[in-house]
C-alpha cells in the first residue's frame, strides 16, 4: 500500500472522530488488570499481555513479553510501547504470564484487520456498511474503535461485558469472526486486496502509539462508536449456525469417557491412566506408501508457488505447523523454510514487502500447540483449498477394498498386460488359492503352509 493511503485514511478519520491516545486506548480495553504485587492463584483475574521490541538487547529480532498492570501502566506504556517498532496486543486477558490459546481466559474485544485500506475503501465502509441494519447487505456493526496500521484498518469491537473463554466459546467465537471477516473483506469495495485474510481470535495487531517499522507509520486510533454486545455481533452474522451461544459451555460432540475408554483404549491409557497432558504428533512414516517419514510436510511445502500476496506470510507459519505435526527436526525446519521463503519472495507484492523477519516469526510457532490445527483453518490461513482422501469415513483398508472389487466388476480382465501375469508360481496366486480353499483360514496357518513371509501373506490377503 502506498504511503498516500494511510495518510488519505489517518485525514478522514480525523475529520470525523476524535482520536485517542494508545494509553487511554489500551486503559479503555482493560479495565480490571490487576496492580503489581497481586496475586490470584486461582486465576480469577487474567491479565493483559502485550509483547514489545527489546531495543536495549543489541538483538534487533528480540521480542519480550510483559504483563500489562494498572498501576504502573502509564510509565511501562511509555518505556515499552509508545515509539517501538514492534510493540503487539490482542483483545484477550489470559491466565498465568504466557499469551497461548490455551491460556486465554477472556475476550475484551474482537478484532479484525483489514488489508488494502486507502480513502475510497474507507469511505464505503463508513458511507454504506458500518453502523448499518444488520439484514442489509454486507452490513457491520459500528466498530468501537477504528485504528490506522500504515496499511489498511484494524477494526475494534469493545465487548461492553467481557467474555470467558471456554473451549466451546472460542470455538464459536472463531466461527463468528470468520463469518464477519468475510462479510468485511470485499474486494474494490472495502479493500484492495484481493484474497481475504483469516485470522485466530487471539491474534496480536500492533498496538496504537507504536511504530509500524515497514513503513515508519505511527498506528493512530479514532473512537468510531460504542461498545458493542455479543447480540448485536449475533446479529450481523450470515449463517445462524456461526453465532455465540454462551450458555452452550459443553465442547458439542462430547462422547462419556465410559464410551471414550472403549472406543479408543489407547487415547485413554495415555491421557487418563498415565496423565499425559496435550497432543501427538501425527504418525506419518506408519501410515503413508514409502520410506519417508516427513511425506506430508514435503508435500504441503510444494504448494509455495501458488501463494498470493496477503497469505506468504501465513503459508510460512503453515510450514513449520506441519513440521511440529509431522515431528520434523528444527534445524530441517530452518533449512527448508528458508528455500521456501526464497521463493515467495519471487511473488508480486502490493508495497507490503517480505522480509528476513517474517521467516524468523514464522519459526517461533514451532511447538505442541499447532498439532491439531485444522485443514479448513489451514485453507483460510493460506488461501488453499487442499485435496481430500475421499474415503466417506472408511478406514483406508475398507476404501481399498471397496475400490478393487469396484474395478474387478468394471473390468474384470484389468491385469491383462499390467505388471507381473497371476502364474500359479507366485506369491499372489499361492494366497489366492489357499484363501478359497480355506475361507476361513488365519493368516497365521496361511504362512505355515505355503512357506511365505509374514508381510507377502498381508500384501496379497485382501
Known amino acids: 500500500m502506498e ?8 485525514t478522514r478519520l480525523g475529520a470525523l472522530y476524535e482520536e485517542v491516545r494508545g494509553c487511554e486506548f489500551y486503559e479503555e480495553m482493560f479495565p480490571d488488570n490487576e496492580c503489581s504485587g497481586d496475586s490470584y492463584e486461582d486465576y480469577s483475574h487474567p491479565n493483559a499481555i502485550y509483547l514489545y521490541r527489546d531495543m536495549e538487547s543489541g538483538d534487533a529480532m528480540r521480542q519480550r513479553r ?14 515499552y510501547v509508545e515509539g517501538n517498532p514492534l510493540a503487539l496486543c490482542s483483545g484477550v486477558a489470559y491466565r498465568g504470564r504466557r499469551n497461548r490459546l490455551q491460556d486465554a481466559q477472556r475476550m475484551y474485544a474482537l478484532i479484525f484487520d483489514l488489508d488494502g485500506v486507502g480513502d475510497g475503501e474507507l469511505s464505503t465502509l ?21 485504528v490506522a496500521s500504515g496499511k489498511g484498518l484494524h477494526v475494534y469491537y469493545l465487548f461492553d461485558q467481557p467474555i470467558d473463554l471456554y473451549p466451546s466459546i472460542k470455538v464459536q467465537l472463531k466461527a463468528l469472526k470468520h463469518d464477519l471477516t468475510y462479510k468485511m473483506w470485499d474486494w474494490k ?13 487471539v491474534q496480536s495487531f500492533r498496538m496504537v502509539g507504536s511504530v509500524n517499522e515497514k513503513y515508519g507509520n505511527v498506528v493512530r486510533a479514532f473512537q468510531t462508536g460504542e ?19 454462551l450458555d452452550v459451555r459443553k465442547m458439542p460432540g462430547k462422547t462419556p469417557i465410559v464410551v471414550a475408554k472403549k472406543k479408543w483404549p489407547e487415547w485413554y491409557q495415555t491421557r487418563v491412566v498415565d496423565g499425559v497432558p496435550g497432543m501427538r504428533r501425527w504418525d506419518i512414516a506408519g501410515k503413508v506408501n514409502g520410506k519417508d517419514p516427513y511425506a506430508l510436510y514435503h508435500w504441503f511445502m ?36 528458508r528455500k521456501v521463503f526464497e521463493r515467495l519472495l519471487l511473488i508480486e507484492h502490493d508495497n507490503n514487502p517480505l522480509t528476513e523477519r517474517d521467516m524468523k516469526s514464522a519459526l517461533k510457532i514451532y511447538r505442541r500447540d499447532f498439532y491439531n490445527i485444522t485443514l479448513e483453518d489451514i485453507e483460510r490461513m493460506t488461501g488453499l483449498r487442499l485435496p481430500r482422501n475421499k474415503r466417506n469415513g472408511r478406514t483406508r483398508e475398507k476404501h481399498l477394498q471397496g475400490a478393487r472389487a469396484i474395478r474387478d466388476i468394471n473390468n474384470d480382465n484389468w491385469r491383462k498386460g499390467n505388471g507381473r501375469p497371476k502364474g500359479s508360481g507366485t506369491a499372489q496366486a499361492k494366497v489366492i488359492e489357499w484363501r478359497q480353499q480355506h475361507p476361513n483360514g488365519r493368516k497365521i496357518d496361511c504362512e505355515r503352509e505355503t512357506g511365505l513371509s509374514r508381510p507377502t501373506v498381508l500384501k496379497w490377503w485382501e
Open 3 to 10: 504511503i498516500r493511503d494511510y495518510e488519505d485514511v489517518v
Open 66 to 79: 510483559r504483563i500489562m498492570l494498572e498501576d504502573t501502566w502509564e510509565e511501562d506504556y511509555l518505556e
Open 126 to 146: 463508513l458511507r454504506t456498511r458500518f453502523g448499518k441494519p444488520a439484514e442489509q447487505i454486507r452490513s457491520l456493526p459500528m466498530p468501537t474503535y477504528l
Open 189 to 201: 469495495g472495502t479493500s484492495k486486496i484481493k484474497s481475504i485474510q483469516y485470522q485466530s481470535i
Open 227 to 245: 461498545r458493542v454486545t455479543l447480540e448485536t455481533m449475533n446479529e450481523y452474522v450470515m449463517d445462524k449456525k456461526n453465532r455465540v451461544l
Open 302 to 337: 510444494q504448494f509455495a508457488p501458488q501463494i498470493l500476496v496477503g497469505h506468504r506470510y501465513f503459508y510460512m507459519m503453515c510450514c513449520v505447523i506441519y513440521a511440529s505435526k509431522c515431528g520434523v527436526p528444527y534445524q530441517k525446519l530452518r533449512e527448508d523454510l
